[in-house]
């Protein structure tokens, strides 16, 4: 009888974990210095923050662009940062959580420095490179002597070192971290940007009644100095 009884009560023991804050699985296509492998990118502790506000944990993947929209669109995971707004339109499994949490400046990379852009039609004499899945630039970069999509901004970075193109589109912050990260030298982003865009977090629609809490938890964060805190660089983060 005794051990029945402990069996049970290592059973309970067990299963206590499951009867906790639940966890959020987000993935992200953003490197350092909005995420990064140890958690530590400012929207990484941005996240987990407004998370915990609301009772949940936040577990951050990784991913590719297209591939972590795919998965938050399908439920295979519960939602996917950063990304413009109006994407619903096109992921109709997607809720967007109305609060911005950053702003993306599209800025043109490229190693020559005769380089002139003045809009998106600027961009037609080039061969250009992208992120596939970054959905502002699929659609509004139209004129262009060829287009490549890649996966991350690894393949992204090296289709212009090696000469593969003639200029890259990516946001300016990762982007100039990336190549000091790299060691790439005479890759420059080019001034002015293509575009400027807040960017927000979404949620898949199972989890709809949490948004306005969420939203209202990032809005508490900018109030309460939070939120500016986070922004600031971390010392010790990796990319």
């Known amino acids: 009888m005794k051990q029945s009884i402990c069996v049970v009560i290592i059973l309970i023991s067990w299963c206590i974990p499951a009867y906790g804050e639940p966890t959020l699985v987000l993935n992200t296509f953003s490197v350092y210095p909005r995420s990064a492998p140890d958690g530590r990118g400012s929207l990484d502790r941005i996240i987990r ?20 929209l795919i998965n938050a669109d399908r439920g295979v995971d519960d939602g996917d940062f950063v990304r413009i707004s109006g994407l619903e339109n096109i992921y109709p499994n997607l809720i967007m959580v109305p609060e911005k949490l950053t702003e993306f400046e599209f800025a043109v990379f490229t190693k020559d420095p005769s380089v002139k852009i003045t809009g998106w039609e600027s961009l037609k004499p080039f061969h250009v490179g992208i992120i596939n899945g970054w959905k502002l630039l699929e659609t509004g970069i139209t004129s262009y002597r060829s287009m490549t999509k890649v996966k991350d901004e690894e393949a992204l970075f090296k289709l212009l070192v090696h000469d593969r193109v003639d200029v890259v589109v990516y946001d300016r912050l990762q982007g100039d971290a990336f190549i000091k990260g790299k060691g790439y030298e005479g890759v420059k982003a080019v001034r002015p940007a293509l575009a400027r865009r807040d960017m927000f977090l979404y949620l898949n629609r199972r989890h709809a009644g949490i948004v ?28």
């Open 212 to 239: 306005p809490a969420l939203a209202s938890a990032i809005r508490e964060m900018k109030r309460d100095g939070t939120f500016r805190r986070m922004t600031e660089p971390m010392p010790g983060a990796k990319p």
């Open 49 to 68: 923050e407004a998370c915990r506000r609301t009772g949940y944990n936040a577990r951050i993947v990784p991913v590719s662009s297209e591939r972590g």
